[in-house]
T-cell receptor
Framework: ETGVTQTPRHLVMGMTNKKSLKCEQH?????MYWYKQSAKKPLELMFVYNFKEQTENNSVPSRFSPECPNSSHLFLHLHTLQPEDSALYLC????????????FGPGTRLTVL | GQNIDQPTEMTATEGAIVQINCTYQTSGFNGLFWYQQHAGEAPTFLSY??LDGLEEKGRFSSFLSRSKGYSYLLLKELQMKDSASYLCAAEGYGAGNNRKLIWGLGTSLAVNP
């Protein structure tokens, strides 16, 4: 399944680095999402974009900055992260932001040293 | 508050049947999703229930009771490849009256020969 792709698949960064995660969907969907998945915790919704407009920000620290230039692409810019930010970051898309099935990318495994 | 409860771990034997339960509490309710997630991979969609009753899809079936806030995923003729985490997610409403998915921790199923 290559409907939603994410790069890089693995990322190791120091607390002072700046990096970006990229997500691309080839499904013609209008809604895109960033999730954080940590061990022993449920999936945490971070951001939602619907038709390129941000519709949800779940109290995410400003060291995470999303960008959605069009309905097919979603970025997550990272800067001055903390070790507790180490997790799997999943991107998902759906036809609409309400009630439609979300399709996930393979995720980026992020380690912050 | 909003929350999802599902067992943390289950074990079953190849060829058997297993039922994974999920109870939910949400602000409003629109439907319930089940996803499968193999270790190190993206969650993949299994089923979506809106109305009460059983929906069958091959070896997998999903049941919903809206009045009881309860769902289960039934896996028949278990195969080794069914060893995975099964995520229950209920769609309710978040801040700003936006629809949002409330995710469970996932049930880690181990299928033994």
């Amino acid at each position: 399944e290559t409907g939603v792709t994410q790069t890089p698949r693995h990322l190791v960064m120091g607390m002072t680095n700046k990096k970006s995660l990229k997500c691309e969907q080839h499904l013609g969907h209008n809604a895109m999402y960033w999730y954080k998945q940590s061990a022993k915790k449920p999936l945490e919704l971070m951001f939602v974009y619907n038709f390129k407009e941000q519709t949800e920000n779940n109290s995410v620290p400003s060291r995470f900055s999303p960008e959605c230039p069009n309905s097919s692409h979603l970025f997550l810019h990272l800067h001055t992260l903390q070790p507790e930010d180490s997790a799997l970051y999943l991107c998902a898309s759906s036809a609409r932001a309400t009630g439609d099935t979300q399709y996930f990318g393979p995720g980026t495994r992020l380690t912050v040293l | 508050g909003q929350n999802i409860d599902q067992p943390t771990e289950m074990t079953a034997t190849e060829g058997a049947i297993v039922q994974i339960n999920c109870t939910y509490q949400t602000s409003g309710f629109n439907g319930l999703f089940w996803y499968q997630q193999h270790a190190g991979e993206a969650p993949t969609f299994l089923s979506y229930n809106v109305l009460d009753g059983l929906e069958e899809k091959g070896r997998f079936s999903s049941f919903l009771s809206r009045s009881k806030g309860y769902s289960y995923l039934l896996l028949k003729e278990l195969q080794m490849k069914d060893s995975a985490s099964y995520l229950c997610a209920a769609e309710g409403y978040g801040a700003g009256n936006n629809r949002k998915l409330i995710w469970g921790l996932g049930t880690s199923l181990a299928v033994n020969p």
